[in-house]
């Protein structure tokens, strides 16, 4: 019972966290000048990727069996598979349910006129924006399949490719950072929410901004670890097996942060941030984690980690080719989470 009590508080914990750390990191990118985009694939990105990819860090490093390194080789495939599917997923129902909020709040009001478009492919944003998801997200198939092909085969010299790894999120980090982008107008470039620890501030002081950010680093990070092992003691009491929660349940957890912030920056309207922090997010998973993964294990794929690296890639080709047809919508973006139920299905002949 009290597995179930400490998930709920655990889940209310980070998305409250959550609220004060998406507040924080705008401030914080106007501090360091960097693009409204690079915010969210970038600041971020890297704050809520910090619980798997820890986890994956202490696995592969101080593992004392090979199952225990493959619990750090499972977190490093589970996570893009999370984000490709549920994160998007999400994303695109939060939009259809504001859309409905919003259309309900006019009705009420007798306004007959339209709603805010949130429904066709401009509620994504600009094409401008469209075009730049795509390019993170050829970015991210692109190392995405090389780190799924290393796991097929086995050569004397692979361990050193993972900093190969490194070397192509230095080179992400460097283009993001460097790019002013998200200064092309629009609703996210209203001013921003007043800092939460100093609310009557109109510019609140660095110490704060700093203070707030690495606080719900903190929170989010323990509350993620806790919510993680909440779920491996309810896997089996509601029938699951070990294997079965870390790769069905524990990816879901660990990618919990940056879920909770596309539900936060939508409800805002800040969409662009939203999808920008998931990709971002995204590039982390398929770079760090990796080259750590590939430098202390053997990097070697089961037919489970198999499956959850073609799912990956089926659902981010789905994305893209979606948006090479200008036809990706909220709802099309929504179909992504189906991908999800898709390999937890494909799960049962490779476990049974």
């Known amino acids: 019972m009290w597995h179930f009590v400490l998930l709920i508080v655990c889940a209310v914990a980070i998305y409250l966290s959550c609220e004060w750390f998406v507040n924080a990191v705008e401030w914080l990118g106007q501090r360091l000048n960097v693009g409204k985009m690079a915010v969210g694939s ?69 306004d007959g006129g339209a709603s805010e478009d949130l429904t066709g492919p401009s509620a994504l944003g ?18 995405f399949v090389f780190k799924v092909a290393l796991g097929l085969v086995a050569f004397t010299f692979k361990p050193v490719l993972g900093l190969l790894f490194f070397a192509v999120y230095l080179l992400y980090f460097g283009k993001e950072m460097s790019s002013q982008g998200g200064h092309d107008g629009g609703d996210e470039d209203d001013e921003l929410e007043p800092l939460k620890l100093q609310p009557n501030a109109d510019s609140p002081a660095t110490w704060a901004v700093l203070a707030q950010t690495a606080a719900t680093l903190v929170v989010i990070f323990i509350a993620s ?50 999808l920008a922090n998931i990709s971002g997010a995204m590039m982390i998973q398929a770079t760090v984690p990796s080259g750590l993964g590939l430098l202390f294990t053997d990097w070697h794929f089961d037919g489970a980690l198999t499956w959850s690296g073609i799912v990956t890639m089926i659902a981010i080709v789905y994305l ?11 709802a099309r973006l929504a179909v992504a989470g189906v991908f999800y139920l898709v390999f937890a299905i494909g799960l049962i002949p490779i476990l049974s």
């Open 126 to 143: 600009t094409p401008q924006d469209t075009a730049r998801l795509a390019r993170d997200q050829k970015w991210f198939l692109a190392v």
């Open 42 to 110: 970038i600041l971020a990105a890297f704050g809520t990727a910090l619980p798997e990819s820890v986890v994956t860090l202490v696995a592969v490093t101080t593992g004392a069996t090979e199952d225990a390194k493959d619990i750090g080789v499972g977190a490093a495939m589970g996570g893009p598979l999370a984000l490709a599917t549920v994160a998007y997923g999400v994303t695109g129902a939060m939009l259809l349910y504001r859309k409905r909020i919003l259309t309900r709040e006019l009705v009420t009001a007798g």
């Open 320 to 330: 893209l080719a979606t948006m090479a047809a200008h036809r990706l919508t909220p």
């Open 225 to 274: 670890q806790l919510f993680v092992h909440q779920l491996d003691a309810i896997g089996p009491m509601i029938g699951l097996s070990g294997t079965v929660t870390a790769l069905l349940l524990s990816p879901i957890a660990t990618e919990l942060p940056e879920i909770m912030n596309a539900i936060i920056w939508v409800r805002q309207g800040k969409v662009r941030l939203a």
